[in-house]
């Protein structure tokens, strides 16, 4: 055993496991690990096939959604880790795998939902699916209350361990983060100096065709019509109040610094306009929001998870509930932020907390007895938590050398039909007889007719595939911090 002090965390140590040959799994099982969002949700995966990579001695495989029926046959992996299972495909992805004998464990991306509805839905509640997870691993205890007092999951399924992505909030992960100067500069800032308010978008269906979201909401998650209207709308309202503030202030005070950071749901294209607009307002994206949080004065949104990461940090959070909106926010979540209605009442607001204003102790309070009921706890170790719960569905008490064997077999023979389909499909075999790639699509007038603008108006992909070199990048810089951790906690 080793302790490792890292340079820049004062007192905070880590001690360093070197694991011993005999504590490795004597078989190297196959883990494929569901990525939605790369900048959001890349780091905190990544985190956990570090360990389960280094401290169990398993193989992992990374992916986007797109296309994972046929990487289920071609990986046959042991694991299958989803992210949700709230719609439709990826309760046929999670039967797909159970049927060929794989194991199956939910690592929620998104976790922060504000009423037990919608924590039991992402469980799988509205298609009956809930009982298909081996495991569930839910950020907090709050959801996992959800799941048991509906029944929908046994104490041993369902069980929480944190958010994987937030363990970038502690050390020995904060000194990642890079220094101010260079950050802000980076952004495209000349004054590096200047205060920095970070606007964090969260209206995914604002600049999207309403039809089709509509459909897909209804069709895919089950929704009520009702629900989903309300949403876009709200979505809607908020993304045109929000926008005319922030570039209100922005004229106001040419001497602050404004970061819109688009989450990775929604499309940056009606936030580069504004920005062109405004010299000190920049549009930042396809990057975790860690280190905007860290850097950034004072946080502006409306019912996002974000909020509650930038009271990991201290940070005062301005809740703008500019507009008449249909969704209300949970009472306990708007107590730990500042409650503004308009633009004059945010701009004082920024002004008090810019002149040093502190957060109460009270709102203090409410912010750490609402981290510890939804994200379990922030100290380093979620990821380590993960791993073991996913390591523990495919110890040789839960998973047999015979099940491995049957599973191989049964995915052997899945993977032939699949390809033989594949290849008997007109679409493909019209392709092949004009030497077209398969993977280019024929339904260019599907584009036209939904009339929608190229996504991120072309300049990233949201929802790239996951390589193995991007996995390494970030392994190589863990290994330079940590090693592995000699226990996950409790």
């Not at 046929?92 to 924590?119: H, I, N, R, Y």
Request: with cysteine; hydrophobic share 40%.
């Amino acid at each position: 055993m080793q302790t490792l002090y890292l340079p820049g965390t004062k007192d905070e140590c880590l001690e360093v496991y070197r694991p011993q040959k005999s504590e490795l799994n004597m078989k190297r099982l196959k883990i494929l690990m569901v990525v939605p969002y790369k900048a959001r949700d890349l780091e905190g995966h990544a985190l956990v096939g570090y360990h389960l990579e280094r401290k169990y001695g398993h193989q992992v495989i990374y992916s986007n959604g797109y296309g994972l029926e046929q990487k289920i046959l071609v990986h046959a992996p042991d694991v299958l880790v989803l992210d949700h299972l709230a719609w439709n495909f990826k309760v046929e992805q999670a039967k797909l795998a159970k049927s060929l004998g794989m194991k199956v464990v939910v690592l929620p991306t998104e976790g922060l939902f504000q009423d037990e509805e919608g924590a039991v839905r992402r469980s799988g509640k509205l298609h009956n699916a809930s009982h298909l997870p081996d495991k569930y691993l839910t950020w907090g205890d709050f959801p996992r209350r959800a799941l048991l007092k509906e029944k929908l999951m046994t104490e041993e399924q369902a069980i929480s361990v944190g958010c994987p992505r937030f363990d970038f909030y502690r050390p020995p992960y904060l000194s990642l983060i890079r220094q101010r100067s260079e950050f802000v500069h980076e952004i495209g800032f000349q004054n590096t100096e200047a205060p920095l308010i970070l606007w964090a978008t969260n209206t995914a269906y604002a600049s999207r065709n309403a039809k089709l979201m509509l459909e897909r909401q209804t069709r895919k998650a089950k929704k009520p019509m009702s629900e989903v209207r309300d949403h876009i709308q709200d979505h809607r309202i908020q993304f045109e109040k929000h926008s005319e503030l922030v570039e209100t202030l922005a004229k106001r005070n040419p001497h602050w610094n404004f970061v819109i950071k688009v989450h990775p749901a929604e499309w940056i294209n009606p936030y580069l306009k504004l920005s062109e607009r405004n010299p000190n307002v920049k549009v930042a994206f396809d990057a975790p929001i860690r280190e905007f949080l860290y850097h950034a004065d004072i946080l502006l949104q409306r019912n996002c998870t974000s909020a509650t990461e930038a009271w990991m940090f201290g940070k005062p959070v301005i809740n703008l509930e500019v507009g008449e909106y249909r969704r209300p926010v949970r009472p306990e979540y708007a107590l730990g932020n500042h409650q503004v209605f308009n633009v004059d009442e945010t701009e004082d607001a920024i002004a008090q907390y810019l002149d040093g204003l502190p957060i109460s102790t009270e709102q203090q309070t409410v912010r750490d007895a609402f981290i510890q009921d939804f994200y379990f706890r922030i100290d380093g170790k979620s990821g380590l938590r993960s791993a073991a719960a996913i390591n523990e569905v495919v110890s040789p008490e839960s998973y047999s050398d015979v099940e491995i064997e049957k599973k191989e077999r049964i995915s052997a023979q899945k993977r032939i039909e699949f390809e033989k389909s594949v290849d008997a499909r007109l679409s493909n075999r019209f392709k092949d007889f004009l030497g077209i790639d398969r993977e280019t699509s024929m339904r260019v007038w599907r584009s036209w007719f939904r009339r929608e603008a190229a996504d991120n108006a072309g300049i990233f992909v949201a929802e790239p595939e996951i390589t193995s070199d991007m996995a390494e990048a970030l392994y190589r810089r863990f290994d330079g911090l940590t090693g592995a951790v000699t226990t996950a906690g409790k």
